[in-house]
């Protein structure tokens, strides 16, 4: 199977503005988190998919790959645009945003369609068990309960699953938005209109649940650095200070 990565990325973004073109270290943000995915050695190639020229040139002129891309509402729908020319099966979307990667949860995410062979599952993400109350019911937080297989029953941004019996422990994972498709499933997706659960929990992954595609999910202990507001692209700056000196 022929794996590629694609990094979504847009300029504008509501809370911090032009954000993965700050720079980190001695590169932009975009560039850090293309090269960071490239030095994985997980994928056949790596792309950014972008509606922005000034990321489109910032990619290019540091031998990057990069497909400029319409305007959308989803990276799913962004990242389906980008590849539907290029020649693959597995897709993995990795955030433009989160820099930091760690190897072993996207090879995770890969094997799910080693072993699959039957080809039944549609698409792989990743799910961080979530312990402190206030970041259970943060909405911010998506959260995700799944079956005894680990196939996604729901995403919410809600507290799922309610405890109504506290004599029970009940465990709450946090989803990561970091995604594997199939090519097919991605292709299939971006066809697909919105359905009324998606748009109330604006939760991308939920369209696919709705028409009825199996999402396949892996627990991980990874914490990224997700850059969305200022603050986060200090706590990187140190991250990667602290890293350098060690």
């Avoid at 090269?35 to 950014?48: A, I, S």
């Avoid at 961080?128 to 941004?157: C, H, W």
């Avoid at 359905?195 to 990224?224: H, N, Q, S, W």
């Amino acid at each position: 199977m022929k794996t590629i990565a694609v990094i979504p990325a847009r300029y504008e973004a509501s809370r911090f503005p032009g954000k993965l073109m700050q720079i980190l270290g001695e590169k932009t943000v975009i560039a850090t988190t293309y090269q960071n995915v490239v030095e994985t050695e997980l994928f056949d190639e790596v792309f950014v998919a972008t509606d922005s020229e000034i990321i489109f040139n910032e990619i290019q002129s540091s031998g990057g790959n990069v497909v400029m891309t319409g305007k959308h509402e989803t990276g799913s729908d962004r990242i389906a645009e980008a590849v539907s020319n290029i020649d693959c099966d597995i897709v993995v979307n990795v955030q433009g945003d989160e820099p930091f990667l760690k190897t072993e949860p996207l090879k995770k995410l890969i094997s799910v369609f080693n072993d699959d062979l039957d080809g039944q599952i549609s698409l792989a993400s990743l799910k961080i068990k979530l312990t402190e109350m206030e970041e259970i019911e943060n909405p911010n937080n998506v959260k995700v309960i799944t079956d005894n297989q680990g196939l996604a029953l729901y995403f919410s941004r809600s507290v799922i699953p309610y405890p109504r019996d506290t004599s029970v422990t009940a465990e709450y994972f946090k989803h990561i938005g970091v995604y594997a498709f199939r090519k097919s499933a991605l292709l299939n997706f971006a066809k697909l209109k919105m359905r009324p659960l998606e748009i109330a929990e604006k939760i991308e992954c939920i369209r696919y649940l709705e028409y009825g595609m199996k999402i396949k999910m892996i627990e991980t202990d990874f914490v990224g650095v997700g850059i969305d507001v200022p603050e986060d692209l200090e706590k990187a700056r140190r991250i990667l200070k602290n890293n350098s000196n060690s």
